[in-house]
């Protein structure tokens, strides 16, 4: 007779029916996730005591056959899972050796990234990771986004980055720009050098000045030019009595000046190359701001110095590093009050004005290179919005003085402002054109902020561009800037991003996209070849926006018979040689394949092959292989035993989507 620790069902395992073939899980193995043995009772329930019952399931989880085809099936669903991983945040290159890591997101994850969406439709906001060889990136503009696929497709192109590689954009051996912090972080008597010897002749110096006043100053206005010149010749008349900022903001505009500058114009007045003469001052600069303890110091003139060589250091080194350097003037002057107006308004008129302008300046300086390195837009403008910072006023330098108690008026015409004072009001535009699109934009919505661009473009026309004249180079190139950016800023309320898929996109939407761009690149080619703008070409080569030409070549793809707008591409790679040439800048190698890839389809194949197309095919023919769809790999996790199979069926039919989107923003067919 049993004992009352007897189990419920004590027979023996050996006597136990056996289970017939097909048997599933009890439902207590199936709770706990282990192997059932399919008798009744199984061994894990006899093991568990007398209080478990082994009973069958009532409803059985069917599974799909897989048999011979389950790695047809696994590769299925892990192209599946890469999609989705891509889509969400990370960018798989196989082809580099670089190692793919499993991602899960669990439900609760795909909700929250919906969520942060916004409204199903339209379209993803997240950034991604690009894997290039042995580093990544998290990028988040549309720049980046928008050749997503292009720059994964031409892994085997970028032979480098300019995260990685010191090796400057220009001739010539430029200071290393991570000195610059590290030796401003604490100076020691034994790193500040002696610079006297670093300073030109005083005809030199005075020849520079006039350089920065006729191709620098009129499109920054950080300086008041008579204050500023009658610094300058103390200065020069007494270099041992200078003070170390002082130093720093003459060596920066030294450094401006020559930038600016031709090789032959500069050979011409200076008697050596311009490589050289750019090498001399920026290490005489960079020397200058580490003996003024810019990291540590609250004088606004070495701000400005920083700044000015910022400015036009951007050609030499890399948008990353640039980016590093902006947001440390952006904290330099967020440390000394200038994003404040109750700080710049305690000041006198003279020093406030001044103040105003150079916080406008830091911040368009570092929102253009978190542009150019893939920071979101929302991000940004952050600090534009946490700034309460009055705008600049527009009147002349000869209207401002240091003894003035009272500020001059705000001039509504043509002044000495008016390419700073255009850039002030586009910035505006920029913004508020960049909140309108982030919003949910019906067509109401969208007719309402288009008319309000055309009404702002009206005011300044009527306000400040109707009074231009375009023989008076500043005058031309604020004209063509201001035309610019209206259309820049109807290019970003009827993006494609706002669209659901490419099928909900109209053709009178991409008709109109189409245009702005064409108008958009089209305005570069004028800027380029005006000779009244030749003076300006250092900023003019620093501005162009790549936006507008990957918009404009994507819709190229689709486009048949458009010899204008080919010729308007063969320009700007004309103009911007380095789009062709720096393979280490995944953006220009993306650039370039979707430039193939447009010419491929609807270019003029029967005219003669344009140069860009040879030299773009050459380029990766001597990588090894040729531009093609990116080689699907099968990779098996290690866990792929005990992985929970229709946890992930569930997951990829969920959350599957209607359209691929494979390049974020910009490519679609």
């Given at each position: ?7 419920r069902?004590?027979?023996?395992i050996?006597h136990?029916?056996?289970?017939s073939?097909g ?5 207590m193995?199936?709770q ?19 209080h478990v019952?082994?009973?069958n399931?009532t ?7 897989r048999?011979?085809s389950m ?11 890469e999609?989705?991983?891509?889509r ?7 082809s ?5 890591k499993?991602?899960?997101?669990t ?6 990234c919906?969520?942060e969406?916004g ?5 993803s906001?997240?950034?991604m990771i690009i894997c290039?060889?042995d ?10 986004t928008g050749l ?13 980055s ?6 400057e ?7 290393d720009?991570?000195?610059l912090?590290?030796?401003g972080?604490?100076?020691t ?13 005083p005809?030199?110096a005075?020849?520079?000045w ?7 100053n009129?499109?920054i206005?950080l ?9 300058m010749?103390?200065?020069s008349?007494?270099?041992?009595s200078?003070?170390?900022?002082t130093e720093a903001?003459?060596?920066?505009i030294?450094h401006?000046?020559a930038?600016?500058?031709?090789n032959?114009?500069?050979e011409r007045?200076?008697g050596e ?24 110091t ?5 701000l ?7 400015l ?10 640039m ?8 904290r330099?002057?967020?440390r ?27 911040i368009?300086?570092d929102?253009?290179?978190?542009q150019?390195?893939?920071t979101?837009?929302?991000e940004?403008f ?16 000869s209207?401002?003085?240091?003894e003035m108690?009272?500020m001059p008026l705000?001039?509504s ?8 004072t ?7 535009l920029m913004?508020?054109?960049h909140?309108w699109?982030s ?9 309402e902020?288009?008319?309000?661009i055309i ?6 026309q009527?306000?400040y561009?109707?009074r231009a004249d ?6 031309a ?11 820049a ?10 669209h659901s ?12 996209l ?7 690149v089209?305005?570069d080619?004028e800027?380029?070849?005006n000779p ?13 926006q790549?936006?507008?030409?990957i918009l404009l070549?994507t ?14 591409v063969?320009?700007v790679f ?7 040439t ?22 003029d194949?029967?005219?003669?092959i ?7 095919r050459?380029?990766?023919r ?9 080689k699907?790999?099968l990779y098996?996790p290690s ?11 569930s997951?990829?039919e969920?959350?599957?989507?209607n ?5 974020g923003?910009?490519a679609?067919?």
């Amino acid at each position: 007779m049993s004992s009352p620790d007897t189990p419920r069902y004590n027979a023996s395992i050996s006597h136990r029916p056996r289970a017939s073939k097909g048997a599933h899980a009890c439902t207590m193995c199936q709770q706990r996730k282990i192997k059932c043995d399919g008798q009744r009772p199984c061994a894990g329930c006899v093991k568990a005591g007398p209080h478990v019952i082994c009973e069958n399931p009532t409803t059985v989880l069917r599974r799909k056959r897989r048999g011979t085809s389950m790695e047809r099936d696994l590769a299925t669903r892990l192209k599946h899972a890469e999609a989705l991983i891509q889509r969400y945040g990370c960018m798989l290159n196989d082809s580099d050796g670089v190692e793919m890591k499993q991602i899960i997101l669990t439900p609760r994850e795909e909700q929250l990234c919906e969520s942060e969406n916004g409204v199903a439709g339209q379209g993803s906001k997240h950034g991604m990771i690009i894997c290039e060889k042995d580093y990544m990136r998290y990028v988040e503009s549309q720049t980046w986004t928008g050749l997503s696929e292009e720059i994964q497709e031409s892994q085997h192109v970028i032979q480098g980055s300019s995260v990685d590689d010191s090796t400057e954009r220009v001739s010539g051996p430029y200071p290393d720009a991570s000195k610059l912090l590290l030796s401003g972080i604490n100076p020691t008597p034994s790193t500040s050098a002696n610079l006297k010897s670093s300073h030109p002749l005083p005809i030199q110096a005075f020849q520079l000045w006039q350089i920065f006043l006729e191709n620098v100053n009129p499109l920054i206005r950080l300086l008041h030019g008579p204050t500023t010149q009658s610094l300058m010749l103390e200065a020069s008349a007494n270099l041992d009595s200078i003070s170390a900022s002082t130093e720093a903001l003459i060596f920066a505009i030294y450094h401006c000046a020559a930038v600016s500058l031709q090789n032959p114009e500069c050979e011409r007045k200076f008697g050596e190359p311009r490589a050289n003469l750019m090498s001399k001052f920026s290490h005489a600069t960079h020397l200058a701001l580490i003996n003024a303890k810019f990291m540590k110091t609250s004088d606004m003139v070495v701000l400005q110095a920083l700044t000015l060589y910022l400015l036009s250091i951007r050609q030499c080194l890399d948008n990353d590093t640039m980016w590093i350097l902006s947001g440390t003037a952006v904290r330099m002057g967020q440390r000394i009050g200038l994003h404040r107006e109750s700080a710049s308004s305690s000041y006198p008129p003279f020093v406030a004005e001044l103040r105003r302008r150079l916080w406008w300046h830091v911040i368009s300086l570092d929102h253009r290179f978190a542009q150019l390195v893939g920071t979101p837009t929302s991000e940004t403008f952050s600090i534009y919005n946490d700034s309460d910072i009055k705008r600049p006023l527009n009147f002349n330098d000869s209207d401002l003085s240091p003894e003035m108690q009272v500020m001059p008026l705000d001039h509504s015409g043509v002044t000495d402002m008016l390419f700073c004072t255009m850039r002030y009001e586009i910035s505006s535009l920029m913004h508020s054109a960049h909140t309108w699109s982030s919003t949910t934009m019906t067509p109401v919505k969208l007719a309402e902020a288009d008319a309000q661009i055309i009404a702002m473009e009206k005011r300044l026309q009527i306000q400040y561009l109707n009074r231009a004249d375009p023989m008076i180079p500043l005058h031309a190139l604020s004209l063509l800037m201001g035309h610019t950016a209206f259309a820049a800023a109807r290019l970003i309320l009827h993006h494609p991003r706002g669209h659901s898929s490419p099928a909900s996109i109209p053709q009178s939407e991409h008709d109109l996209l189409f245009a702005l761009a064409l108008q958009i690149v089209r305005a570069d080619r004028e800027l380029q070849t005006n000779p009244l703008l030749t003076r300006f070409l250092w900023h003019i080569n620093n501005v162009f926006q790549l936006d507008p030409f990957i918009l404009l070549l994507t819709e190229l793809r689709t486009r048949k018979n458009q010899r204008e707008a080919w010729a308007h591409v063969e320009s700007v790679f004309d103009f911007h040689p380095e789009m062709l040439t720096d393979t280490r800048n995944a953006v220009n190698v993306g650039v370039g394949t979707l430039a193939l890839r447009a010419w491929e389809r609807t270019g003029d194949t029967g005219a003669q092959i344009p140069k860009w197309v040879r030299l773009l095919r050459e380029q990766r023919r001597r990588t090894g292989q040729a531009v093609e769809e990116r080689k699907e790999e099968l990779y098996i996790p290690s866990d792929v035993e005990s992985a929970d199979w229709e946890y992930w069926q569930s997951l990829f039919e969920d959350n599957g989507s209607n359209w691929e989107l494979t390049s974020g923003i910009l490519a679609y067919d």
